[in-house]
């Protein structure tokens, strides 16, 4: 009985206790340790401990969900490294960025058994970033040395910890990881990264096992990308032993882009070294000659049952040390030997193909690198291909050797394996090569320096890939003669390319190339091509395209002037016919010869300088309605830019013979820089009528013929209304001109002498003098406009001209001053003015501004409504005309209103003052005061109302004496003022 309650109390009372617990960690869990409490704490201890910036948005502690495993999780976490810079943040700071970071740890086998088992370890879609600076400092070391911890490791040393760690799974998901070496200037990046760990830690020994993926690698040594596009996958075993602190790699599977490799070998630890000795054994997963022809990427070759007999082998090395400035050294040696193969199905199979390929590389350079094929041999389907090549000195200045003698059936090869649908390739090829060079030579275009012998026939090559929409074509024979020089002998009967991007094709083409005895390794090598071609057509996308007839050529390269070190490549040809475009703009030459050469000045930049000419040219663009064409020119092109020599042009019914510069036309082209010119321009005709059209209006210009003589444009071609037309925005053109006709809308002007300049969409006249209505002009005008609104400015100066013609010449005069209607004879006239412009290009009157003055003498005032009411009124002699002897008129427009200050007018018997102001809606106050008449007294007559209603009554006179220069001066002041703010706001406008 005792016994039984003593049982039953022992159960109350670990029930309780248990009890108690789940209560206590309830209430710890789900009150005290909330994200909202604990993330802040995490917080502080991480950023205390840790010589790290850290930011967690939140903490989330479970137990129940999770059990008997404790789990935190953390999420949109980031840690900033403070061990290379505690100040500045920088790229090379940044440890860690997580979107979700999850640990789950097993606490009753800690208490139970002694064991740590961490039950997952999960991080997901995070970025490392791991530096490490040219000291060998790292921006991974971030955990705190404290007299705190040094105790704590003494406490370590006496107390060792015996626990065994246990870790189920540590995954990585959809990672990025970067390693960037600057001490051994190494850089590394692994895209889209996926792992999963097991670790089981003991006392002694240790074990590893990781299944790790990636979609992308990239490796660069001392500035040059060694490694790209490469895809791999890794799965082994690690056996850890930690007295000697090595790690042994067992049941290792590496694939490189499908390519499955097997490895085993071992890390040893160097603490005292601060290195890794890594000894690693590697070759081919399943070593046959079935597992090589597989290799072959299913995007060129289907899969099918193949049967394959011969050795093969595989395999090679990773040696030496890893650490401060050291990198271990790797080798590759490929063997086949006696292989054959036959795929089912197919007409031919392989009868023999051995090769042995071996290769070193030690980026350390403490011993040479080298790529090495001593033997490729392949024969089958009436093919026989024996090769050798070699590449020493890999990480300084490549040397190449390479040796073929090969006959090529293309034909029986496309029926010896299974290509893919679509996937073509035709033609025979014999071959019979060697070559020597250095890698260096290639890269800076010093292609004289490549040695070659031999021959090489192509007859009915053809490769096609329609999947790719792809397709080469071409019949070629090629003689290489030189042993110290590069002497070759070319003969292209015909040569197709087609591709997506690029598409070009030669009908025939012959060329020899002879090059100097190379007696120095510096300057670049003398190299002359001379060759003929007909119909090459070329094509790159949809936006540029080149044509060329029939032509003879001869290329050189050469030192450069500026650099012996970079070419200098000439050509000088002469083509019978030359086509041109980019985008929609064309440009096509008639007999056309070149004589130009570029200079190579940075890895992309070449500079032409030379002579271009030509007997015709045409030249169309989207942005202006006509074509350009052009006459027998020669023009010279100077560090990207042309320089016209007379060049006599034709747009339209304008004709233009242009000198000067046009420069970097090939970038305005391309719509990345400013076609900016300097040119004096000479004309007999320009028709801005039909040139403003042009612009306002552009046309297709598909719909003009090459060279077409006399081209007449139907009168319907351009619209006979003035548009709003908007100037290009990457025009910069000055333009000294001389011009003895101009048609502009129904007025001819004739010897047009002055400048223009273009710039900013922006038109600018300045100091133009010209003739028209039989009298002489100077001006100067601003003229921009937007699709939806337009600006001019001018300063007009005419002299002697009749009164009736300068009211045609413009038309707003007519609403401004209504006076001259009544005025007959001949005046000098000068206005400045500024306004905006409708979309018909007229000038809009309440936006006017500006200042006129009108002189002249022996005018006749002409009979009228206006005149038959005064002169009934002052009782003239004459009433149905009378003889001005002079006038002058001051005249100023703004705000809507025309104000004509007080002139003298003689005219009868009477001398009278006249002034006034009208506005713009044609109702008026005019004024005349009579000074000098029959009457014995002064008077005035005031004038009011409008032309449909107008009111004539005699008063007093409001002007006593005869207008004072003061009032002329106000006035002559105002318009040069405008003069001059018009000229400012045109280079407000420009700059």
């Given at each position: 009985?005792?016994?039984?309650k003593?049982?039953?109390?022992s159960l109350?009372s670990?029930?309780?206790?248990v009890?108690l617990?789940?209560i206590a960690?309830?209430?710890?869990i789900?009150?005290i340790?909330t994200?909202?409490?604990?993330t ?7 950023n ?7 930011d ?14 404790f789990s935190l999780?953390?999420?949109?976490g980031?840690?900033v ?11 090379t ?6 979107k979700e970071?999850l ?7 800690y ?6 088992i961490i ?10 970033y ?11 070391d971030i955990?705190k040395a404290?007299?705190d911890?040094l105790v704590a490791?003494?406490?370590?040393i ?15 998901k959809?990672t ?16 889209n990264?996926n ?6 830690l003991?006392?002694e020994n240790?074990?590893?096992k990781?299944?790790f993926?990636?979609d992308?690698?990239?490796?660069w ?12 996958s890794?799965?082994?075993?690690i056996d850890?032993?930690k ?5 042994t790699?067992?049941d ?12 085993n070998?071992?890390?040893v630890?160097d ?7 890594v000894?690693i054994e ?6 046959s ?5 597989e290799?072959?990427p299913?995007s060129?070759?289907k899969?099918?049952k ?7 082998s595989v ?6 040390a890893?650490?401060?400035k ?12 006696d292989?054959?193969?036959k ?9 023999h193909?051995?090769?042995?390929f071996?290769?070193?590389i030690?980026?350390?350079r403490?011993k ?7 033997i ?5 389907a ?6 050798s090549?070699?590449a ?14 090969s006959?090529?059936?293309?034909d ?13 390739i ?9 070559m020597?060079?250095?890698l260096?030579s290639?890269?800076k275009q010093?292609i004289g320096r490549i040695k070659?012998m031999g021959?090489?026939?192509?007859n009915?090559?053809?490769l096609k890939d ?12 090629l003689?290489?003669?030189?042993d110290?020089t590069?002497?070759?002998?070319a003969?292209?009967?015909?040569l197709?390319?087609k591709s997506?991007?690029l598409s070009s094709?030669i009908?025939l083409?012959?060329?020899q190339?002879?090059?100097t ?11 002359e091509?001379?060759?003929?071609l007909s ?14 007839g029939?032509t003879?050529?001869k290329?050189?390269i ?5 650099d012996?070190?970079?070419?200098l ?6 083509t019978d016919?030359?086509f041109?475009r980019a985008n ?5 030459l008639?007999?056309?010869g070149f004589?130009v ?9 070449w500079?032409?300088?030379g002579?271009?000419?030509f007997?015709k040219l045409f ?6 309605g ?5 006459g027998k020119?020669?023009?010279?092109l ?9 060049a006599?042009i ?8 242009a000198s ?5 036309p ?5 719509k990345?820089?400013l ?6 321009i000479?004309?007999d ?9 042009a612009?306002?209006?552009p046309?297709?210009s598909t719909n003009?013929d ?9 009168n319907d071609s351009?619209?006979?209304d ?8 990457n025009i910069d053109?000055e ?9 502009y ?6 010897n047009v002498h002055?400048?223009?300049?273009i710039?900013?969409?922006a038109?600018?006249?300045?100091d133009?003098?010209m003739r028209?209505l039989?009298a002489?002009?100077?001006?100067v005008?601003?003229?921009k406009?937007?699709?939806a609104q ?8 005419i002299?002697?001209i009749n009164?009736?013609k ?7 005069l007519?609403t401004i001053?209504?006076m001259?209607r ?12 500024e ?8 000038i809009?009157?309440p936006?006017?501004k500006?200042?006129i ?10 009979d009228?409504?206006?005149?038959a009411?005064?002169?009934k009124m002052?009782m003239?002699?004459?009433k149905?005309?009378n ?6 008129v001051?005249?100023t427009?703004?705000n809507g209103s ?5 002139f003298l007018v003689?005219?009868d018997r009477?001398r ?6 009208q506005?713009?809606d044609?109702?008026?106050?005019y004024?005349?005061s009579?000074?000098?008449s029959?009457i014995?007294f002064k008077?005035?007559?005031?004038i ?18 005869a ?11 105002t ?5 001059n703010?018009i000229?400012?706001?045109f280079?407000?406008?420009v700059?």
């Amino acid at each position: 009985m005792k016994a039984g309650k003593i049982i039953k109390i022992s159960l109350i009372s670990i029930l309780s206790l248990v009890l108690l617990c789940v209560i206590a960690i309830t209430l710890l869990i789900n009150f005290i340790f909330t994200p909202a409490k604990l993330t802040p704490v995490v917080l502080d201890i991480a950023n205390e401990s840790l010589n790290a910036k850290i930011d967690i948005e939140s903490v989330d502690l479970t137990f129940f969900s999770t059990f008997p495993n404790f789990s935190l999780r953390v999420k949109n976490g980031a840690v900033v490294s403070k061990s290379l810079n505690d100040t500045l943040w920088g790229k090379t700071d940044s440890l860690v960025a997580f979107k979700e970071c999850l640990i789950s740890v097993n606490t009753i086998a800690y208490i139970k058994d002694n064991k740590i088992i961490i039950h997952n370890i999960l991080l997901e879609d995070a970025s490392l970033y791991a530096f490490k600076n040219r000291e060998g400092k790292s921006n991974w070391d971030i955990m705190k040395a404290s007299s705190d911890t040094l105790v704590a490791e003494e406490d370590t040393i006496q107390s060792k910890f015996d626990s065994e760690i246990d870790v189920r799974n540590i995954a990585l998901k959809n990672t990025n990881i970067t390693f960037d070496d600057r001490n051994t200037r190494i850089y590394s990046r692994l895209e889209n990264t996926n792992l999963k760990l097991k670790l089981l830690l003991e006392k002694e020994n240790s074990s590893l096992k990781l299944d790790f993926d990636n979609d992308n690698i990239i490796f660069w040594q001392e500035g040059e990308l060694l490694v790209n596009k490469i895809k791999t996958s890794l799965k082994t075993k690690i056996d850890i032993n930690k007295p000697t602190q090595t790690f042994t790699l067992t049941d290792t599977e590496l694939s490189v882009n499908g390519i499955k490799l097997a490895a085993n070998g071992t890390f040893v630890r160097d603490t005292i070294a601060k290195q890794v000795d890594v000894d690693i054994e590697y070759g081919l997963h399943t070593p046959s000659v079935k597992t090589v022809l597989e290799m072959i990427p299913e995007s060129i070759m289907k899969k099918m049952k193949v049967t394959a007999k011969g050795e093969v082998s595989v395999k090679g090395t990773i040696k030496g040390a890893y650490g401060e400035k050291k990198i271990p050294a790797a080798s590759l040696k490929i063997q086949i030997k006696d292989a054959s193969a036959k795929y089912s199905g197919l007409a031919y199979g392989i009868d023999h193909l051995s090769t042995d390929f071996d290769a070193y590389i030690d980026l350390m350079r403490n011993k040479p690198s080298y790529l090495n094929l001593q033997i490729f041999h392949f024969k089958g389907a009436h093919t026989d291909i024996i090769a050798s090549a070699r590449a020493t000195d890999l990480l300084t200045d490549p040397y190449i050797t390479v040796n073929t003698k090969s006959t090529v059936d293309m034909d029986a090869l496309a029926k010896t394996f299974p290509l893919q649908e679509g996937l073509s390739i035709t033609g025979k090829l014999d071959a019979d090569l060697n070559m020597k060079c250095h890698l260096s030579s290639l890269k800076k275009q010093d292609i004289g320096r490549i040695k070659l012998m031999g021959n090489l026939n192509l007859n009915g090559f053809g490769l096609k890939d329609t999947k790719q929409d792809f397709e080469l074509t071409s019949n070629a024979s090629l003689r290489f003669t030189g042993d110290s020089t590069l002497q070759a002998y070319a003969d292209v009967r015909q040569l197709v390319l087609k591709s997506k991007q690029l598409s070009s094709s030669i009908e025939l083409l012959s060329a020899q190339v002879t090059s100097t005895n190379p007696q120095d390794t510096s300057p670049i090598v003398n190299l002359e091509c001379n060759f003929g071609l007909s119909k090459l057509k070329a094509k790159v996308g949809d936006t540029i395209s080149l044509y060329s007839g029939k032509t003879r050529a001869k290329a050189t390269i050469s030192p450069g002037k500026r650099d012996k070190t970079k070419p200098l490549i000439g050509l000088n040809f002469k083509t019978d016919s030359l086509f041109f475009r980019a985008n929609q703009s064309k440009l096509g030459l008639g007999v056309a010869g070149f004589d130009v050469h570029a200079e190579k000045h940075k890895d992309s930049i070449w500079l032409p300088e030379g002579t271009v000419g030509f007997d015709k040219l045409f030249l169309s663009t989207p942005h202006f309605g006509l074509p350009i064409r052009a006459g027998k020119t020669k023009v010279s092109l100077e560090k990207g830019d042309i320089k016209l020599h007379n060049a006599a042009i034709r747009i339209g019914k304008s004709n233009i013979t242009a000198s000067g510069a046009i420069y970097k036309p090939y970038r305005a082209m391309k719509k990345k820089g400013l076609l900016k010119a300097r040119l004096d321009i000479n004309s007999d005709r320009i028709d801005c009528n039909q040139l403003i059209n042009a612009l306002s209006i552009p046309g297709d210009s598909t719909n003009h013929d090459f060279f077409v003589e006399n081209e007449v444009l139907p009168n319907d071609s351009l619209s006979s209304d003035f548009r709003l037309f908007v100037i290009p925005e990457n025009i910069d053109f000055e333009l000294k001109t001389d011009i003895k006709k101009v048609t502009y809308d129904k007025m001819l002007f004739e010897n047009v002498h002055g400048w223009a300049e273009i710039k900013n969409q922006a038109v600018h006249l300045r100091d133009l003098s010209m003739r028209a209505l039989d009298a002489e002009m100077k001006t100067v005008m601003v003229y921009k406009a937007t699709q939806a609104q337009g600006y001019t400015g001018f300063d007009f100066k005419i002299k002697d001209i009749n009164v009736g013609k300068l009211v045609e010449f413009i038309p707003s005069l007519d609403t401004i001053v209504p006076m001259l209607r009544s005025f007959k004879g001949y005046v000098d006239f000068d206005i400045v003015a500024e306004s905006q412009l409708d979309s018909l290009l007229n000038i809009k009157v309440p936006t006017l501004k500006s200042a006129i003055k009108i002189e002249g003498d022996s005018l006749v005032l002409m009979d009228g409504e206006t005149f038959a009411e005064i002169s009934k009124m002052l009782m003239f002699k004459n009433k149905k005309q009378n003889l001005v002897d002079s006038i002058s008129v001051n005249i100023t427009v703004d705000n809507g209103s025309v104000n004509i200050y007080p002139f003298l007018v003689e005219i009868d018997r009477y001398r009278a003052a006249v002034g006034g102001r009208q506005g713009l809606d044609m109702n008026f106050e005019y004024h005349i005061s009579v000074l000098k008449s029959p009457i014995p007294f002064k008077m005035g007559v005031n004038i009011t109302g409008n032309l449909d209603k107008m009111k004539i009554r005699l008063g007093g006179a409001k002007y006593k004496d005869a207008v004072t220069p003061v009032e002329i001066r106000k006035v002559d002041s105002t318009r040069l003022n405008m003069g001059n703010e018009i000229v400012r706001r045109f280079r407000r406008m420009v700059n």
